[in-house]
């Protein structure tokens, strides 16, 4: 029986990798320099937005071993795929409405991460708790973000910095953890040739 192309695991999970890394590096950048123009930041999270949605489906659709980090990224990708078109479109005087989707987005997706990781422990995988305590931490980040507990800007940029360093986290601890990809895996259908067999009473 022919193997499954391991061709989109690794696109997904290594998509998963880059994204959260220059998720990481982007929310410290905004920590440590809190003042870039909204248009600028606007920019920035239309295309990472758009470039996650495409990879979450890709990783969707791609079957990995677990099928625990990518079962919820079919409606989550295209989310993040229609934020990110919007988020282009209006990019001036875009901060509020940035901040509350962003938020509840990285709120859900904490949620739907509470799940994975505890399928992950009746798995039997190890790092289980890893994801769970990020998990944990982004949805907290991104709850505060949502409610915005200040107008100043440079608050609001820095609270924006942490939560998309807390997602990049959660997102490299599940790509690293719980995706799995085995060379010679076997694809889900059998094909079986049924043919009837008439017995003579």
């Keep these: 029986m022919k193997s499954r192309s391991v061709v989109p695991m690794k696109v997904a999970k290594y998509g998963y990798i880059a994204i959260s890394v220059v998720f990481c590096l982007m929310g410290?950048?905004?920590?440590?320099?809190?003042?870039?123009s909204a248009q600028t930041i606007a920019i920035?999270?239309?295309?990472?937005?758009?470039?996650f949605g495409a990879?979450?489906?890709v990783g969707y659709f791609s079957k990995d071993l677990f099928r625990l980090a990518f079962q919820y990224?079919?409606?989550f990708g295209i989310l993040l795929m229609l934020l990110?078109?919007?988020t282009l479109l209006k990019?001036?005087?875009?901060m509020n409405f940035l901040c509350i989707s962003m938020g509840i987005c990285i709120?859900?997706?904490s949620l739907f991460k509470v799940g994975t990781a505890m399928d992950a422990r009746r798995f039997g995988i190890r790092q289980w708790w890893l994801t769970m305590v990020m998990a944990i931490v982004a949805g907290a980040a991104g709850l505060l973000l949502a409610f915005r507990p200040?107008?100043?800007v440079e608050v609001i940029v820095t609270l924006l910095g942490i939560s998309l360093l807390c997602e990049g986290i959660l997102n490299l601890s599940v790509a690293v953890s719980l995706v799995k990809i085995v060379k010679h895996q076997k694809p889900d259908v059998i094909d079986v040739e049924y043919c009837d067999v008439w017995e003579d009473n």
Excluded: T, W, Y
Aim: negative net charge; aromatic residues 8%; hydrophobic residues 60%.
């Design 28 to 36: 410290v950048a905004l920590i440590a320099f809190p003042a870039p």
């Design 44 to 51: 920035f999270f239309g295309v990472s937005m758009l470039v």
């Design 55 to 57: 990879v979450r489906l």
């Design 73 to 75: 990224d079919l409606q």
């Design 84 to 86: 990110g078109i919007i």
């Design 91 to 94: 990019p001036d005087n875009v």
């Design 107 to 109: 709120l859900v997706d």
């Design 150 to 152: 200040s107008e100043a």
